[in-house]
């Protein structure tokens, strides 16, 4: 069982910058890619970001591209995002997940949830 620990989250304004972390229990380079996800209410969870382990390819919904970034440190066994220029529509619950097989970061084949995290951007 691997565990996911989210930490970074809290109250911005627009325009303002955070960064979520992501604790892993294992060894971050054993996963297959690991993502970013998150869920505002009365909406579906989104995929905001991924990260794939083995060739450090990465993904971005277009609504974040330039303005977020997804990395990782295998040596912390850490995930992070970096969320700058944040806006009001950014404000959700984040979500930590890791896909230990291979195929795409989506989150239906995602093996592995953290307990989330709140980000709130207000205008």
């Known amino acids: 069982q691997v565990q996911l620990v989210e930490s970074g989250g809290g109250s911005v304004q627009a325009g303002g910058s955070l960064r979520l972390s992501c604790a892993a229990s294992t060894y971050t380079y054993s996963t297959y890619c690991m993502g970013w996800f998150r869920q505002a209410p009365g909406k579906e969870r989104e995929r905001v970001a991924a990260i794939y382990t083995g060739g450090g390819s990465t993904y971005y919904a277009d609504s974040v591209k330039g303005r977020f970034t997804i990395s990782q440190d295998n040596a912390k066994n850490t995930l992070y995002l970096q969320m700058n220029s944040l806006k009001p529509e950014d404000t959700a619950m984040y979500y930590c997940?890791?896909?230990?097989?291979?195929?795409?970061?989506?989150?239906?084949?995602?093996?592995?949830w953290g307990q989330g995290t709140q980000v709130t951007v207000s205008s």
């Open positions: 997940a890791a896909r230990m097989k291979s195929g795409y970061c989506h989150a239906d084949g995602i093996n592995y």
